[in-house]
């Protein structure tokens, strides 16, 4: 019989955005409720917050038994603190994904499992653009740093900076 090695933490790590887009048509039609989009939106949904739910879903047998799963979120997809209107697709599905963390915590908070949900601030990606403050190997080492640290642990069910402190749902 072989023997299977458990995943001790499984990073979700979707970020489309359709501000990117080449066609500016489609990119407004899921950014200002005067053309939105619902058929546009659900793209975003999909990529963002569905599709890694579903593959921590189908990933679950496999999981140690004190596992993490980390969902890289975003700041706008912060309900309380959203200060202006727009980014209905990106902001919808980064909301979303942030909602199946907790449900996902709640779930895991009978065992030793835990879902965490991490805005990793402003990064140095195409996403990001080339001014922005983090790298990615940055934002890598924290990550590990708090895993490490047993602070992704010790937070199930909660909304993270990169830093470690709480971010407003």
Do not use: Q
């Amino acid at each position: 019989m072989c023997e299977r090695t458990a995943i001790d933490v499984v990073i979700n790590n979707a970020g489309y955005n359709p501000k990117d887009s080449v066609d500016k048509d489609y990119f407004m039609s899921t950014f200002k409720i005067e053309r939105f989009s619902g058929e546009n939106i659900a793209r975003s949904l999909n990529i963002n917050a569905l599709a890694p739910t579903e593959l921590t879903s189908k990933l679950l047998p496999s999981l140690a038994d004190d596992a993490v799963v980390l969902n890289i979120s975003s700041w706008l997809g912060s309900i309380g603190a959203k200060t202006g209107g727009g980014h209905y697709a990106y902001a919808g599905s980064k909301a979303l994904l942030n909602m199946f963390t907790k449900a996902m915590g709640l779930e895991f908070a009978e065992g030793n499992r835990g879902a965490v949900a991490l805005n990793p601030g402003w990064m140095r990606t195409d996403m990001g653009g080339a001014r922005a403050k983090n790298t990615p190997e940055d934002v890598a080492r924290a990550v590990l740093d708090l895993y490490e640290a047993g602070t992704l642990s010790e937070n199930n069910g909660m909304f993270l900076n990169i830093d470690g402190s709480h971010h407003e749902w």
